[in-house]
């Protein structure tokens, strides 16, 4: 794999510097025409926003495209590291802590300088992240001429020295992707990003492949009939655990819940769980890479979120063909069709919650059918080669400038 670090003299569309020598018949043998995209990520841990970050980079056409990575160093990043590395997509580590300290910016200044990408693209899980916005404007100043950015979650509240750090920041970018369409007016009113520099594309995953049984049944002691939900992602106030072992309470013991994820308040949760005597019925799965495995041998994914954009796991559930029960919040009703893929319920009421648990749980024709529409919105809607066609397209139009 062609390593821009590598081959530091690595050109890119538009470059005016003197070309390579060339070969027999005139052929450049030594230069790269590729267009180099670096994207950065400081994320505080390896959630759902890295997951589209890797699925994106992954996706390029790597005749047209050569994508590094730049990361904060950061060992809850490994997972991250790991899935890019195997994609054969070169990592440059960098330690910034902006705007608390400026020791970092002089090596991320000298490793955009050898990479030399054409696009630097931004990640932001948080509205905060990418140091408040601040790698554009050093990016700028390293050389790079077009910068994109994702925003995940920008229905954060903001506060007013982050709100003026990232509004300075954001003048440098030149297109804001974000992945949902109720997260533009979030940051157009919340963050003050211009509207025209906007554009929602909804995440992607590849098509299911096959895979190896996820054995969670049989681990669980599952009898033949009994239903299975799960829930997917980090051990969170506002992934809702709590509230959903609150419902779980209310329903028969056929029902049982498996949470794959870590986090801060798995400890407290296994607390709970022991506390309120479900030990039996909810099983702790830990960090999975089989997720569609697991969804596979599942009923129901549960999501009963206080906050959240359009998760990943919403997406993958609808590729495995199950129904989905989640909170009707921000994002997620564009991908949830409320009565035909799943459920949509008020975030944090328990009842509720458990009465539509119990509706799915006691009609499996209704949940064979809602599985069926999912892989249809699924097929047509959330495919990885429709979102990466659709930020190629944003990168061809900055090329194009």
């Known amino acids: 794999m062609w390593s821009p670090v590598a081959d530091g003299d690595a050109s890119v569309p538009g470059d005016t510097r003197p070309a390579a020598p060339a070969g027999p018949c005139g052929a450049d043998m030594t230069r790269d025409t590729r267009a180099v995209v670096a994207f950065f990520s400081d994320a505080p841990w390896t959630g759902g926003a890295e997951r589209y970050l890797c699925m994106l980079a992954s996706g390029l056409d790597r005749n047209l495209f050569s994508p590094a990575v730049i990361m904060n160093r950061n060992p809850a990043l490994e997972r991250f590291r790991r899935w890019m590395k195997d994609s054969g997509i070169p990592v440059h580590d960098v330690s910034l802590r902006l705007p608390f300290t400026f020791s970092g910016v002089g090596e991320f200044v000298r490793i955009l300088r050898s990479v030399n990408p054409a696009i630097l693209h931004m990640n932001l899980p948080g509205p905060y992240d990418s140091q408040y916005s601040l790698v554009a404007p050093i990016a700028r100043y390293a050389g ?71 054995g969670v049944r049989e681990q669980a002691g599952l009898a033949e009939g009994d239903i299975l939900l799960v ?103 564009e991908l949830v069709e409320d009565g035909v893929t799943g459920i949509l319920v008020p975030p944090g009421d328990e009842q509720v919650l458990a009465r539509a648990i119990t509706s799915l749980a006691g009609d499996p024709v209704r949940r064979v059918r809602m599985g069926k529409k999912s892989k249809e919105r699924f097929r047509d809607r959330f495919t990885i080669e429709r979102a990466v066609s659709d930020t190629v397209r944003i990168y061809e139009e900055l090329l194009k400038r």
């Open 144 to 214: 790079v001429r077009r910068i994109v950015s994702t925003e995940h979650l920008p229905m954060v509240d903001p506060f007013w020295k982050g709100s003026v750090l990232k509004r300075f920041g954001t003048l440098w970018i030149d297109r804001v992707v974000t992945v949902s369409d109720d997260n533009v007016g979030h940051l157009v009113m919340k963050h003050h990003v211009p509207r025209g520099k906007i554009e929602t594309i909804h995440i992607g995953i590849p098509g299911p492949g096959r895979s190896r049984p996820a």
């Open 231 to 333: 829930m997917v992602g980090s051990f969170e106030e506002r992934k809702g655990h709590r509230i959903m072992f609150g419902a779980l309470q209310e329903l028969p013991d056929s029902i049982h819940l498996a949470v794959a994820g870590e986090g801060e308040m798995e400890r407290s949760c296994r607390h709970e769980v022991s506390e309120l005597g479900l030990g039996g019925r909810v099983h702790f799965l830990g960090i999975r890479d089989d997720i569609h495995a697991v969804l596979l041998e599942s009923d129901i994914l549960v999501l009963p979120s206080r906050l959240e954009a359009t998760p990943y796991v919403i997406v993958e559930a609808m590729a495995a063909g199950i129904p989905v029960v989640a909170s009707g919040i921000f994002g997620i009703p």
